[in-house]
């Protein structure tokens, strides 16, 4: 079956650095669009980042741009969103998410993934 397991999140200070890992099974991760997103506490989710299948260009939301870096080790068929310059505003529960109905990343709510992990919580706080 499908799984993916997030890892990596915790308490980092404002200005810090987080490697949130997604370890997947049952799928390979390069066949399929492939998301983070975020969730802050009494927020609507939102994607922070994405991975088209078909040309694996990246997008980003517009508050993490330059910020968080979307990646993959094909060796541990593992995705990762790596943060830096972490800001108390991104404080939220992370999940990642895959796709396969489709080949690019969404647009805005343009459809919804078909897999999605536990989630992982990062607090930025000093």
């Known amino acids: 079956q499908v799984r993916l397991v997030e890892s990596g999140g915790g308490l980092v200070q404002p200005g810090g650095s987080l490697r949130l890992s997604c370890a997947a099974s049952g799928l390979t991760l390069d066949y399929y669009v492939r998301g983070w997103f975020g969730q802050a506490p009494g927020k609507e989710r939102e994607a922070v980042a994405c991975?088209?299948?078909?040309?694996?260009?990246?997008s980003y939301a517009d508050s993490v741009k330059g910020r968080f870096t979307i990646s993959r080790d094909n060796t541990n068929n593992t995705m990762y969103l790596i943060m830096n310059s972490l800001k108390s505003e991104d404080t939220a529960v992370y999940y990642c998410?895959?796709?396969?109905?489709?080949?690019?990343?969404?647009?805005?709510?343009?459809?919804?993934?078909?897999?999605w992990g536990q989630g992982t919580q990062v607090t930025v706080s000093s």
């Open positions: 991975v088209s299948s078909s040309d694996r260009s990246t």
């Open positions: 998410a895959t796709e396969s109905d489709h080949i690019h990343c969404p647009r805005g709510r343009e459809f919804e993934f078909r897999y």
